[in-house]
């Protein structure tokens, strides 16, 4: 699977967003999706996740109510909406897929993207 993810920008606090990521390969429908960031000086995070079907999400403490991933089977793409933006939501972020439903490590993910830059300025 080759991951690519695209839409990140420059958007004000209290802002949203939605970046993507679009998937090439057969393996689509049958992985585990997750969204990751790293700020800059900090260490990867996970953001979070959805089952191959898309009927289960999961998401970092520090997201949930603001951010929603998604996914279209059909288009070989994931999403993730990102509202009430904050300044610390600046970071890059990156898809990933696996095998391992709901991972919240990068070890969990055998495919990544090249990231996306997203800044949120107060």
């Known amino acids: 699977v080759q991951l690519q993810a695209s839409g990140g920008g420059l958007v004000q606090a209290g802002g949203s967003l939605t970046i993507s990521c679009a998937a090439s390969g057969r393996t689509f429908s049958s992985s585990n999706m997750g969204w990751f960031r790293q700020a800059p000086g900090k260490e990867r995070e996970f953001v979070a996740a959805i089952s191959m079907r898309g009927f289960s999400t999961y998401y970092t403490d520090s997201v949930k109510g603001r951010f929603t991933i998604s996914r279209d089977n059909s288009r070989n793409t994931v999403f993730l909406q990102m509202n009430s933006l904050k300044p610390e939501d600046t970071a890059v972020y990156y898809c990933?897929?696996?095998?391992?439903?709901?991972?919240?490590?990068?070890?969990?993910?055998?495919?990544w993207g090249q990231g996306t830059l997203v800044t949120v300025s107060s």
């Open positions: 990933a897929a696996g095998k391992r439903l709901g991972g919240r490590y990068g070890a969990d993910y055998d495919y």
